[in-house]
């Protein structure tokens, strides 16, 4: 008979009802706060030679180099495609083009010198910190429908980064203080296969005792979702492995809960949303999903538009939707205990 743990491994056992209402909650909350934004980056963006399907947010220093395209697919319907809470730093001799409205920008002071200008008779807009629409570096910005609007320089910040700062934090600990199943290690492969239960999965990935992985294989049914929680990763992870049985369309059911802080550095094209409201992230690569993160930098590849397909919140759960104040959920752990926790099911 097999055992309890080998069976969670293969995803043949799930969360008790409770751990299912957080976690659907929880999931919940994280689609609705991500909206239709690309990338929401509580502090600083690194966007270079780098496109965009849709809309990106940063909290402080936004910097584009080379020939970067925001909003891309014009996926944000909202007139304001990129919204800038710090320093807008352009580099490079090329466009930056900004597809779908306009920019916000905190105020004057802090972007001393940016301009904003009508071009081709109001069909675009350019924002350059040169004396005229065809200074470079600039952004140009076209309307989703006719011209688009100006840019709003806002006189004062608003709270868009310090509820969703909070709320995505939340979220995270929800995922973090649920005792999650193991993936299944094989070899240098990893698999995480979700039951087909129309709820969310939680996985728990010991990446410190898990040893070399060179395969990662995905198996998410069309009705259920995978979170994983990736700990005990070190302050630096490096990940090289490649995805197997992994498209957009499954990409859109599984998100990626970075916690300890771990910052990521992965020159692999990456499947999935990614939720690290404490790390670092440094893309070399494309990747499908939507993102929040305390810093971000993407080097000259494709950030796609894979919106996160939350399961829709059961009225059942109506009463546990305040994530993260609805005390403990399953066996609370520490970081430092975390660490300890068991290792993926070895086949």
Do not use: C
Request: net charge neutral; aromatic share 10%; proline share 5%.
């Amino acid at each position: 008979m097999k055992s309890l743990s080998y069976l969670a491994g293969l995803g043949l056992l799930s969360l008790p009802p409770f751990a299912f209402s957080q976690a659907n909650s929880a999931l919940f909350t994280y689609s609705q706060l991500m909206g239709n934004w690309n990338a929401i980056v509580h502090d600083d963006l690194l966007f270079n030679g780098s496109h965009s399907q849709s809309g990106l947010a940063v909290g402080d220093t936004a910097t584009f180099t080379n020939a970067s395209d925001i909003n891309q697919n014009n996926v944000f319907g909202s007139p304001y495609a990129l919204r800038i809470y710090g320093q807008l730093t352009l580099s490079g001799s090329e466009t930056k083009s900004l597809n779908g409205g306009a920019t916000v920008v905190r105020n004057n002071s802090v972007n001393v010198g940016l301009k904003d200008f009508a071009l081709n008779g109001g069909a675009q807009r350019v924002l350059t910190f040169g004396s005229n629409a065809n200074s470079l570096p600039r952004i140009t910005f076209n309307g989703n429908n006719g011209a688009p609007p100006p840019a709003s320089f806002l006189a004062s910040t608003d709270d868009f980064f310090t509820s969703r700062h909070t709320s995505f934090s939340s979220v995270s600990q929800t995922f973090d203080l649920i005792t999650g199943m193991v993936p299944v290690k094989n070899g240098n492969r990893l698999t995480f296969t979700a039951p087909a239960n129309g709820n969310v999965s939680v996985f728990d990935w010991n990446v410190g005792t898990t040893g070399a992985i060179s395969e990662v294989q995905l198996n998410v049914p069309a009705n259920s979702f995978l979170v994983v929680n990736v700990f005990n990763a070190g302050n630096a992870w490096a990940p090289s492995f490649n995805f197997l049985g992994a498209n957009p369309t499954m990409a859109s059911r599984v998100l990626w809960n970075i916690l300890d802080g771990t910052n990521l550095t992965t020159n692999r094209h990456w499947y999935g949303s990614i939720l690290a409201p404490d790390s670092s992230l440094v893309m070399g690569e494309n990747l499908d999903g939507q993102i929040f993160a305390e810093d971000l930098t993407f080097n000259s590849r494709e950030l796609h538009f894979v919106k996160v397909s939350a399961i829709p919140e059961p009225s059942a759960f109506a009463l546990l939707a305040g994530v993260g104040v609805l005390g403990v959920v399953g066996a609370k752990r520490s970081r430092k205990a975390r660490s300890a926790a068991k290792s993926p099911v070895t086949v």
